[in-house]
C-alpha cells in the first residue's frame, strides 16, 4: 500500500483532483465543493491569505480531502477511510499549522480533534452538532400565500440589520470581522444588482428571509434564515425556505442542502416540514489553551 499526502499552491489542480472525490459524497460534502468552486472563481474570496489544500492518496486514489481559508477552521471531506486522519494531523504539524478548529463528520471531527489537541497540548470545545439536511421535492402545504422575491437595494438596510442580528444570535463565536466582512459582501452583492437573499412579505411589509449560498454541481445550499423575534411562530421562515427551496429546484438542480443546529429542535422540525431530510451529522470543534 503507497500513501501520498500532498499539499497544493495551484486551485485549478487541486479543483481538478479533488472535485471528482467529493461529488461521490455531494450532499454531505456540500460545503467543501460549494467553496472549491468558490475559491476557482477567486482565490481570494474568503481573505488575503492563501488557502490551505490538501489531499491524501492510497495507491493513486484518493480518500481524503481537507481545505482551509484563513482565519476560518479546517474542513475534512467526507472518509470511509477515518484512520487517515492520522496522517492529515501529522502533516499539519510538519508544518506548523495554527488551527483554531475544526468542522466535518462527526466520527472524523471528533478523532481530529483528540490527536490535534494531545499533540499540542490544547484543550477542545464542542462549539455545534450540526445535521445535514437534503431535499429534492418541497411539500406543497408549506408554501403558503405570501409574496416572495429576491432583494433589491430598497431593502439592502433591513437585511442587514436582520444579518447582523441573526449571525450575532446563531453564530455566539463570531468575530467583529468576520461579520463585517458577510455584511461587505452583502453590500456589494447589493450594489451590483446581483443579491443572493430572498424575502417573504406579508401586507407589503418583509418578515423573513433566506439565502441561495454555495452551489455544487447538483445542488444548491440555503442558509442565513431568519424571522425577528416579534414575527415568530407564524410559520414565516417555514413558507420562505420552502418557496427558495421550490425556486432553487425550478433553477435546474436536483436538490437543496442546509445545516441545522441540533440544539435548536424548532429549525430541525421546521425544515422537515418543508421535505428535508437529515443525511449526516457534523461536529464543530473550537481549539482553546489548556488553562
Known sequence: MNMETRFYDDINKFYTLATPFLLKREVENGLLLSLLNALKEDIHRYGEEMPLLFSLMEDNIIKLIALRTPPYDLLI????????????????????????????????????????????????VLLRKERVYKLEKVSKETLGNNRFSVATKTHQSIVIQWTREMITEALLEVTKEELDRNITRFKVEFENNNSQIFL??????????????????????VNLVYTPPSLRRRGYATECVAKLSKYLLEEGNK????????????????????????????HHYKFIPKS
Open 200 to 221: 417573504l412579505f406579508h401586507n407589503g411589509k418583509p418578515v423573513s428571509m433566506a439565502r441561495k449560498a454555495g452551489k455544487t454541481l447538483n445542488g444548491n445550499a
Open 255 to 282: 436538490y437543496c442542502f442546509l445545516f441545522t443546529d441540533l440544539s435548536n429542535p424548532t429549525s430541525n422540525s421546521i425544515y422537515q416540514k418543508i421535505g428535508y431530510h437529515p443525511i449526516i451529522d457534523k
Open 77 to 124: 471531506s467526507y472518509t470511509s477511510k477515518v484512520d487517515s486522519i492520522d496522517a492529515l494531523v501529522e502533516e499539519l504539524l510538519k508544518r506548523n499549522e495554527n488551527l483554531p478548529g475544526i468542522l466535518s463528520f462527526s466520527e472524523a471531527a471528533d478523532r481530529f480533534t483528540q490527536l490535534w489537541c494531545d499533540k499540542n497540548s490544547l484543550e477542545s
